[in-house]
């Protein structure tokens, strides 16, 4: 939405075809704010014939207007329910529309935008925008339309009674206005909006304080020790008084203006009785200026909520924004080349905010069904590599290309079903163990206990109360990190990819689990092309080639022997490895 932020702007973009439903409630709450002034001046006239005629009253004439009076208000009992109605349908399909909206957007952009930015604070700020959306479109809306049509009828009403009454209280509706204006400017909005963003601070940082309890209290510590959450919480403390003290003063005159010409109406009506013809019929006058007053000021009260309401949902409609604005990566139409296997052409990469390259100018051809292993200090760049490869992000030079065709002109999809990665961290899903597996494709029994059987992961299946069909992280089913990474060993064999990049595939297996895993690894890798990233050098030995990555470099590429003989940073690295593990193994 790049439009200048308005009510009708955010119907428009999140919910067009309830465009109506906008008109409704603008005129429905619009007749309702004509029918609940229309009492008061019954009221008047009311008092009037009474005032002024005393005993001889036309009693006929006071009943039609209290029967106006009734039918009235139930008639705006009809309207408001019917402009609360229509606003309510409005509301929640633009928060439906929000919400799927912003998940479809999530979906379409790069993989790398998840690894960057807190997920917990993404579904929050979608969660509370949408519903604060809700709310606002739904409850406030339709009293700006009401609220905005009073004060009309008020004046003009006002004014045609008698102007010197009336001239009071549009001072004191004038002062307020003036005061409420002072409380709309860019200065309420910006400190409203700081305000806001230190709640949602607040609200994060408690979360991850929560789940950092356990560590709190193994080590004895305090609330303060939580320098993030404690930050917040002392950045709420001000900002909150701050804008509290900032709208005090402009508060306190705006509800004395408004209570003003109520309080003075009496004294005023008084001095002009003294010199009036007709002091009765100026006494049912004021009587109805009193009324009058007491509407307008429950009226302009109603205002100032709305209108700092309003704010609230703009800024909320801005955050909103801010995740439309992160761009899905294009898709390219590149020529395919005549070439096998994934090959990297002077390829250059650099993080958002980072000043070097983390994949600086490499080129390689991995061949097809081949067996690649990475190799380098850590911050050399290899976990970037197997992203490019995923198109996890879009790189800043040359090409990387997968059997010819460049991955920027390949559907996101189908690049994806041609991998499968396995992670340092194998994520799990609070899923079943089927889920887990197929990830929402579908698979028949078979296939998804023959993935089982091949990965190794028959023993986690048969400690499985229900079977496949138990539910993950819940009632006691803790499947650990070793186990985790089995059965996302299983998802690759059931979707049996040409490509297979693993990244530190055994860094949390314990011995047992480590040596499953590599068994179902070898597996796997066969007939597939494949790139692992492996600490444990005396596991890749056997790989074709090993390629030996320094400050985002290709420096080196040989398999075992030829790196020992030909690269002295190889040879030192694989020498302070076979020294780690004897004394690893002599400690032991
Ligand atoms: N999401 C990210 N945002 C910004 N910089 C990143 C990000 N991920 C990695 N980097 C930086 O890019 C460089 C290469 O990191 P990468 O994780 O690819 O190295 P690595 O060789 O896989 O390291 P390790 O063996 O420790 O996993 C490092 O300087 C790292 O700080």
């Known amino acids: 939405m790049n439009k200048k932020i308005s009510i009708k702007n955010v119907i428009t973009f999140y919910a067009k075809e ?125 009293d700006i339309a009401s609220s905005t049509v009073i004060p009309i009828l008020f004046i003009i009403m006002i004014l045609s009674v008698d102007y010197r009454l009336g001239l009071l209280c549009i001072a004191g509706v004038i002062i307020g206005m003036a005061n409420m204006f002072s409380l709309m400017g860019p200065k309420t909005k910006e400190l409203m909006g700081e305000y806001m963003q230190s709640s949602e601070n607040l609200s994060i940082n408690g979360v991850e304080f929560i789940r950092g309890i356990p560590v709190v209290k193994v080590f004895n510590q305090s609330v303060e020790s939580f320098q993030r959450f404690y930050a917040s919480i002392m950045d709420y403390d001000e900002k909150a008084k701050f804008f509290v003290n900032f709208c005090k003063k402009p508060m306190i005159f705006y509800t004395l203006s408004l209570f003003m010409p109520t309080i003075l109406l009496g004294p005023l009506t008084m001095i002009l009785i003294r010199h009036s013809s007709s002091p009765l019929e100026l006494l049912s006058k004021s009587i109805l200026y009193i009324l009058m007053s007491m509407l307008l000021h429950s ?53 958002m905010g980072k000043e070097t390259p983390a994949i600086n100018d490499i080129s390689f051809n991995f061949k097809k069904n081949k067996t690649y292993a990475l190799v380098g200090a850590s911050g050399s760049g290899k976990s970037t590599l197997l992203e490019l490869i995923g198109r996890f992000y879009d790189i800043d030079k040359g ?28 994520k799990l899903l609070k899923r079943t163990l089927r889920e887990n597996i197929t990830m929402g494709k579908n698979y028949s029994d078979d296939e998804i206990l023959n993935a089982i059987k091949l990965s190794g992961c028959e023993d986690i299946l048969s400690n499985m109360k229900n079977g496949l069909d138990t539910m ?93 003989q030909n690269s002295p940073y190889y040879r030192q690295l694989y020498e302070n490895y076979s020294r780690s593990i004897k004394w690893r193994v002599a400690n032991a």
């Open 18 to 142: 309830k465009m109506p439903l906008y008109y409704l409630t603008v005129i429905f709450s619009a007749i309702y704010g004509i029918l609940s002034v229309i009492p008061y001046y019954l009221i008047w006239q009311i008092a009037r014939e009474l005032i002024v005629n005393g005993t001889s009253a036309d009693k006929n004439k006071i009943v039609s207007y209290a029967v106006y009076i009734f039918a009235s208000q139930i008639i705006g009992i009809i309207v408001s329910f019917s402009g609360l109605m229509a606003s309510h349908l409005l509301a929640f399909r633009i928060e439906k529309n929000i919400r799927h909206n912003a998940i479809n957007h999530l979906l379409s952009l790069p993989i790398g935008y998840f690894e960057n930015e807190d997920t917990g604070r993404i579904r929050r700020m979608i969660d509370d925008n949408a519903s604060k959306t809700h709310t606002f479109i739904a409850h406030m809306f339709p």
């Open 299 to 351: 009226v302009l009260m109603k205002l100032a909520t709305v209108s700092e309401a309003k704010n609230m949902f703009f800024i909320s409609i801005e955050k909103l924004n801010d995740i439309f604005e992160n761009k899905q990566m294009p898709n390219m139409n590149i020529e395919k080349t005549n070439q096998e296997g994934i090959s990297f052409e002077n390829v250059s990469f650099t993080y």
């Open 399 to 426: 090409s990387i290309k997968i059997d010819g065709q460049d991955i920027r002109s390949i559907d996101e999809d189908i690049l994806l079903s041609k991998l499968a990665i396995v992670f340092q961290e194998s």
């Open 472 to 564: 993950i992280g819940e009632q006691g089913t803790y499947v650990s990190g070793g186990e985790a990474q089995r059965i996302s060993i299983a998802r690759a064999f059931l979707r049996n990819p040409d490509i297979l990049l693993l990244d530190e595939a055994t860094a949390y297996a314990d011995p047992e689990n480590e040596h499953k895993i590599s068994e179902s690894i070898e597996k796997l890798k066969q007939g597939k092309t494949c790139i692992m990233i492996a600490h444990r050098l005396n596991s890749i030995t056997n790989v074709d080639k090993i390629l030996i990555m320094q400050h985002g470099k290709l420096i080196d590429s040989g398999n075992h022997e030829e790196l020992m």
